[in-house]
């Protein structure tokens, strides 16, 4: 799995916003409801570090192919797959909340989690570290 420093550097980023995230979880729920919020954290967290693996692999490949026709199929395609899978995670969060008993995941907590790949894009983004 090679990705480049930026990559790398959202990546690092999706996981400490996440550790925050359930850190703020665990101070609000204060009970075991917080364990589920945080096992939501975690699964959507790294659906967002897949995404970017993705999203790394999807522009390499972009770039080699010689048809810009083709590249542009493949990469809408490739989006496409990227937002599938965010929703298939989210849909099997919001149906294990409603009809498993005790839900051993929150769906609030899978929310959050989604918004870590945003946090990290906007904190890699202003940072003052450059790539070389």
């Known amino acids: 799995m090679k990705l480049s420093k930026t990559s790398r550097r959202i990546a690092l980023m999706i996981l400490a916003s996440a550790l925050v995230i359930i850190a703020i979880g665990a101070v ?19 659906l967002n570090v897949l995404k970017i693996y993705l999203l790394d692999r999807s522009v390499r490949k972009t770039l080699e192919m010689d048809n810009p026709t083709t590249g542009k199929l493949y990469t809408s395609f490739q989006y496409l797959l990227r937002y599938f899978l965010t929703g298939a995670v989210l849909l099997a969060a919001a149906m294990i ?18 918004f870590t790949l945003q946090i990290a894009v906007i904190i890699t983004r202003h940072s003052k570290i450059q790539d070389e």
């Open 28 to 46: 609000i729920y204060r009970s075991i409801d917080s364990l589920y919020f945080a096992i939501g954290v975690i699964i959507t967290s790294s």
């Open 97 to 114: 909340t409603l009809y498993v008993e005790p839900p051993f995941i929150n769906l609030w907590g899978a929310v959050a989690g989604v």
